[in-house]
């Protein structure tokens, strides 16, 4: 089975924090993406990353940023949290860069920023 | 601007009955077609895919496809309480990396 493994479930940070939501997962999948969920919005990607170094913005990257430098490992990062930013946070992956593959999900990272 | 339709609903179904779930995209090179379900403050989690016009059917799931009018649909018979839940349909175009989520329909499934 897939495994998609993000840090926290729950997490509470500060305005102008810096925050970073690690996710791992255990499948070689070279493809890994940030969504972040919120009510009525659907999901809505962040940032992806098809292999290991690459990164590309998705449709609301402001005031976040990525990391991946290792294949396994992808891991956002909100330079200076906000609450505008409390939100469940879902990484997911997929193999392979091409082709009809799903997406699988990480169990959700529900942040607040207060 | 690749957008994927759903109706937000809530559904609401007997116990019992046949549950139709309805999605729609814009893109008309997509290629692989994908149905999510979502428990309340879960993660979503796969239950079918589908890549060619027709049905395709697992268990009491039932995925249509009809490419031409760029409908794609879920068919849950035998509905029970357990399903209630969010429905989110993903559409992928060929050559992308990226698929596209629609933003979900409520279904609400009654004893």
């Known amino acids: 089975d897939v495994k998609v493994t993000q840090s926290s479930r729950y997490l509470v940070k500060r305005t102008g924090e810096k925050v970073f939501l690690e996710c791992v997962q255990d499948m070689d999948h070279e493809n890994m993406f940030w969504y972040r969920q919120d009510p009525g919005l659907g999901l809505r990607l962040i940032y992806f990353?098809?292999?290991?170094?690459?990164?590309e913005k998705g449709d609301i990257p402001e005031g976040y940023s990525v990391s991946r430098e290792k294949k396994e490992r992808f891991s956002l990062i909100l330079e200076s949290a906000s609450t505008n930013q409390t939100s469940m946070y879902l990484c997911?992956?997929?193999?392979?860069?091409?082709?009809?593959?799903?997406?699988?999900f990480g169990q959700g990272t529900r942040l607040t920023v207060v | 601007q690749k957008e994927v339709e759903q109706n937000s609903g809530p559904l609401s179904v007997p116990e019992g009955a046949i549950a139709s779930l309805n999605c729609t995209y814009s893109d008309r090179g997509s290629q692989s077609f994908f149905w999510y379900r979502q428990y309340s403050g879960k993660s979503p989690e796969l239950i079918m895919s589908i890549y060619s016009n027709g049905d395709k059917e697992d268990g009491r799931f039932t995925a249509q496809l009809n490419k031409a009018s760029q409908y794609v649909s879920l068919l849950i018979r035998d509905s029970q309480p357990s399903d209630s839940a969010t429905y989110l349909c993903a559409v992928k175009s060929g050559g992308s990396y990226i698929p596209t989520f629609g933003r979900g329909t409520s279904l609400i499934v009654h004893p």
């Open positions: 990353s098809y292999d290991v170094k690459m990164k």
């Open positions: 997911a992956s997929r193999y392979p860069p091409d082709g009809g593959t799903e997406a699988f």
